[in-house]
């Protein structure tokens, strides 16, 4: 029986602060989210349990106004498991491939369960669904883990409105600003047609957490990025996590029905704002950011050699698979290969007049 991980919005840690300088500062004691994992996450590695011992990775910062954090992974990008070959972003699911039914069960650290206030629903989230919270054996980072909703759901790799919740509310769980959780699509490099997200620790401030937006349904807590890479984000403090999922969904839903496929990267952030912040509010983590990244569809498409463009890279995160690209490739190699991925110019801006009226609409 796996160990349970009951919570409440209670357990938010609602005042988490960056401190200056691109390494981070956790301003207050663990939160027992993270305690959690850390401790379950060092056990299997102790245990061998990994595909590789991850140590502490190199890591540099790539010169220029975007701050790449790019850091050199070699077993990964040796000894992950093969990626399944997907066809279109509404695959169904397949039982006969891999999946997370058929992990080792020692590889789970716990199951999340919503303790909901008054008792009645405890252990639902508006939909009778556990969240598995497991290691992921090739990992990019300390504390790489992976959330599957009840793997006995057999759920595609799409996104649901619970998912992004509880995506969301994992963030918010944490009293490290370095916790990031994030979604490939099918079609955006994601490797296992099984629902799941990806949370893993950073030590390192990304762009992404104060890049300026552009409001576009702010009831809703939808902007537009304002910088590269060209995408959407949306924002929420504690109070309205429930509200803004379902806004997210309607969105990657409305994604999935145009067959376009998607990342997701989910980190605590600034709230919203249309220009540089002041350093008081720039270091404010009250809420949690959600980056929404359309982008052109990979359908048995050879790998890139340096790395390949999925939630962490869109995000700013550069894990590399070879030492030479590590040491050599620039910000502006960097964003060549990143472009090469992202929709057209006129495609995004039709997609951006399409999603607000939907979000408008419903």
């Not at 883990?145 to 619970?162: E, G, I, K």
């Not at 990657?252 to 605590?268: E, G, M, Y």
């Not at 050599?328 to 110019?345: A, F, G, S």
Request: proline share 6%; with cysteine.
């Amino acid at each position: 029986m796996p160990l349970q991980f009951v919570y409440s919005t209670r357990d938010f840690v609602r005042d988490v602060h960056r401190s200056s300088g691109n390494r981070l500062g956790i301003a207050s004691l663990p939160a027992k989210f993270d305690t959690t994992i850390h401790a379950g996450w060092t056990d299997r590695m102790n245990r061998g349990l990994f595909r590789y011992h991850l140590g502490d990775l190199q890591t540099r910062i790539l010169a220029g106004p975007h701050g790449y954090v790019a850091q050199l992974n070699i077993q990964r990008g040796i000894e992950r498991r093969k990626p399944q070959e997907i066809l279109s972003i509404q695959q169904e699911f397949n039982a006969k491939q891999f999946n997370f039914n058929k992990i080792n069960p020692e590889e789970i650290i716990f199951e999340m369960i919503k303790d909901v206030e008054g008792g009645k629903e405890k252990g639902q989230l508006h939909e009778p669904c556990r969240m598995v919270v497991l290691v992921n054996v090739s990992p990019l980072e300390c504390g790489h883990c992976l959330f599957v909703p009840d793997p006995l759901r057999c759920l595609p790799q799409v996104l649901t409105s619970f998912t992004i919740q509880v995506g969301i509310e994992s963030v918010l769980l944490s009293s490290d600003p370095g916790f990031r959780v994030g979604f490939n699509s099918l079609g955006a490099f994601a490797s296992v047609n099984h629902l799941h997200l990806h949370g893993y620790y950073l030590d390192h401030e990304l762009k992404i957490e104060s890049m300026p937006v552009k409001p576009l349904v702010p009831e809703k807590g939808f902007y537009r990025l304002l910088d590269f890479p060209a995408g959407f984000l949306f924002y929420t403090e504690s109070e309205r996590v429930e509200k803004v999922a379902g806004a997210i969904c309607q969105v990657t839903d409305f994604l999935v029905d145009a067959n376009i496929a998607h990342n997701l990267f989910l980190t605590r952030g600034c709230p919203p704002c249309d220009r540089t912040q002041n350093q008081k509010d720039h270091c404010s983590r009250k809420g949690v950011r959600i980056a929404v990244w359309p982008r052109a569809s990979c359908f048995g498409a050879k790998e890139e050699s340096a790395f390949n463009v999925a939630l962490c890279e869109l995000a700013g995160h550069l894990p590399f698979k070879n030492k030479e690209d590590y040491e050599l490739t620039t910000e502006k190699d960097v964003i060549d290969v990143i472009q090469r991925y992202l929709l057209p110019d006129a495609q995004f801006q039709t997609l951006e007049q399409q999603l607000t009226r939907h979000l408008m609409d419903v």
